[in-house]
T-cell receptor, first 114, second 111 residues
Framework: DGGITQSPKYLFRKEGQNVTLSCEQN?????MYWYRQDPGQGLRLIYY???????QKGDIAEGYSVSREKKESFPLTVTSAQKNPTAFYLC?????????????FGPGTRLTVL | RKEVEQDPGPFNVPEGATVAFNCTYS??????FFWYRQDCRKEPKLLMS???SGNEDGRFTAQLNRASQYISLLIRDSKLSDSATYLC????????????FGQGTRLTINP
């Protein structure tokens, strides 16, 4: 089955620790995205990548880092510099170079920093 | 001003009712418009794209008014399974595939 997987589903970390969230897709999509959602809020873009080995900051990139070494993988690291890391993190992918295309989402990771 | 704004909700309506959601966007150069549905504690899923001429998919009708920078979603004969949060989404021309999400409107259909 084609789709996007994120792991783990729930993640608990102590304050001050870096943590890496996994995102893998087998849809052969060029573009991948990371969003953050807080309770009662819309999605906010953290980072996005339109091709391998290239990525751009979104609207709230501070305290986060990404890599895009393979087309199917786009891991997100939440660093200790992120002041309020507890949130629902969503990864998405889409076909590149089509403005009106759909973004497909993974099931998300709920990160709680204790 | 937020780039995409939706009715704050929540909406609580009886089964079988018609419900309408409204959304405004600030970037007049936006080209793509969508409604996504998000169930509680799940990922968003595309409900429908919104075209200039308006489009319909079963009980769902989406309208776009570019002059007023306004998007709407109408749900007719609502079902219990329509209970969800509805997200208005607009592309940002700063990056061709950057999407901007509204905060969502929560809908509960009551039996």
């Amino acid at each position: 089955d084609g789709g996007i997987t994120q792991s783990p589903k729930y993640l608990f970390r102590k304050e001050g620790q870096n943590v890496t969230l996994s995102c893998e897709q087998n849809l052969n999509h060029d573009a991948m995205y990371w969003y953050r959602q807080d309770p009662g809020q819309g999605l906010r873009l953290i980072y996005y990548s339109q091709i391998v080995n290239d990525f751009q900051k979104g609207d709230i990139a501070e305290g986060y880092s990404v890599s895009r070494e393979k087309k199917e993988s786009f891991p997100l690291t939440v660093t200790s510099a992120q002041k309020n890391p507890t949130a629902f993190y969503l990864c998405a992918s889409s076909i590149r170079d089509r403005v009106s295309n759909e973004q497909f989402f993974g099931p998300g990771t709920r990160l709680t920093v204790l | 001003r937020k780039e995409v704004e939706q009715d704050p909700g929540p909406f609580n309506v009886p089964e079988g009712a018609t419900v309408a959601f409204n959304c405004t966007y600030s970037n007049s150069a936006s080209q793509s418009f969508f409604w996504y549905r998000q169930d509680c504690r799940k990922e968003p899923k595309l409900l429908m794209s919104v075209y200039s001429s308006g489009n319909e998919d079963g009980r769902f009708t989406a309208q776009l008014n570019r002059a007023s920078q306004y998007i709407s979603l109408l749900i007719r004969d609502s079902k219990l399974s329509d209970s969800a949060t509805y997200l208005c989404v607009v592309n940002s021309i700063q990056g061709a595939q950057k999407l901007v999400f509204g905060q969502g409107t929560r809908l509960t259909i009551n039996p």
